[in-house]
T-cell receptor
């Protein structure tokens, strides 16, 4: 299995909703990431988990809350988002820090 | 100055052409380098890692010049399917895992 699986593929949520994005990989990768990408912009790092521990939080607002239940799973909990948070949310994994990434196909999030 | 800068593009080339992209980086301590391609409304996909000795994969050749702090990607015999945005990515020695993406260069290959 050489994939990173993200669910859901599309999500529309209101500003008062709580939702979660899920990411799973079975490649034995030890680093997992959340990225946010706006149209015509490069991916923007949000969080890095290494060996299931949060290693980097790029000053992301607390309305985004990451969770790593085990070495294969990564969640991103969303609460009280703003319309400007609408974007493509990408999960990625790599064998270790500094290695090339495998990206999931992303969740296209629209906040209304 | 941005940490990673790419040729702005867009590049519009005919099928069969050879096209080269450059990417410069400002952190001399950078450790690892990659090229990704991203199709419209899709996720980035790792195209190549870039090594000091250079590396080749079919029609694609990547080079790293540490002295001048740039990496390059050469595509020979362009195909319509090569049309995409190409992103260069640089990892510093410190803050490992905190990759820096270039803004991307868009390539359109035309019949």
């Amino acid at each position: 299995d050489t994939e990173v699986t993200q669910t859901p593929k599309h999500l529309v949520m209101g500003m008062t909703n709580k939702k979660s994005l899920k990411c799973e990989q079975h490649m034995g990768h030890r680093a997992m990431y959340w990225y946010k990408q706006k149209a015509k912009k490069p991916p923007e790092l949000m969080f890095v988990y290494s060996y299931e521990k949060l290693s980097i939080n790029e000053s992301v607002p607390s309305r985004f809350s990451p969770e790593c239940p085990n070495s294969s799973l990564l969640n991103l909990h969303l609460h009280a988002l703003q319309p400007e948070d609408s974007a493509l949310y990408l999960c990625a994994s790599s064998q270790d820090w500094g290695e090339g990434y495998t990206f999931g196909s992303g969740t296209r999030l629209t906040v209304v | 100055r941005k940490e990673v800068e790419q040729d702005p593009g867009p590049f519009n080339v005919p099928e069969g052409a050879t096209v080269a992209f450059n990417c410069t980086y400002s952190n001399s301590a950078s450790q690892s380098f990659f090229w990704y391609r991203q199709d419209c409304r899709k996720e980035p996909k790792l195209l190549m890692s870039v090594y000091s000795s250079g590396n080749e994969d079919g029609r694609f050749t990547a080079q790293l010049n540490r002295a001048s702090q740039y990496i390059s990607l050469l595509i020979r015999d362009s195909k319509l399917s090569d049309s995409a945005t190409y992103l260069c990515v640089v990892n510093p020695r410190t803050n490992a895992g905190k990759s820096t993406f270039g803004d991307g260069t868009t390539l359109t290959v035309k019949p």
